[in-house]
């Protein structure tokens, strides 16, 4: 499976952005899909996560309220709406795939399968 993430720019803050990950490979409606963030000097951090069905999803408390991750299997899409984006969610965003649910949701980057590169998300205050 290889990943794509897409979408991200500068925006004020309270402002939104839709962050997209493609993928390719016939597998990845098989996958659970976790979007990560690293800010400059800081460890990558667990954002959402997404089960392969999208029946299931999981935020960490710092975006719970403000983002929305789903999918679209038919295209080989994850999506992250961000809205009423902060000054502290400045950071680069990943996309990742895990074996399972459960995987994502534990927030261990090193539990993932396959990264995508970043698009990087900067809001102004």
Do not use: H
């Not at 680069?92 to 459960?102: D, P």
């Not at 995987?103 to 698009?119: E, I, L, Q, R, S």
């Amino acid at each position: 499976v290889q990943l794509q993430a897409s979408g991200g720019g500068l925006v004020q803050a309270g402002g939104s952005l839709r962050l997209s990950c493609a993928a390719s490979g016939r597998t990845f409606s098989t996958y659970a899909i976790g979007w990560f963030r690293q800010a400059p000097g800081k460890e990558r951090e667990f954002v959402a996560a997404v089960s392969w069905s999208g029946s299931s999803t999981y935020y960490a408390d710092s975006v719970k309220g403000r983002f929305t991750i789903s999918r679209d299997n038919a295209k080989n899409t994850v999506y992250l709406q961000m809205n009423s984006l902060k000054p502290e969610d400045t950071a680069v965003y990943y996309c990742a795939a895990g074996q399972s649910f459960g995987t994502v949701v534990a927030g261990n980057p090193y539990g993932m399968d396959y990264w995508g590169k970043g698009t990087q998300v900067t809001v102004s205050s």
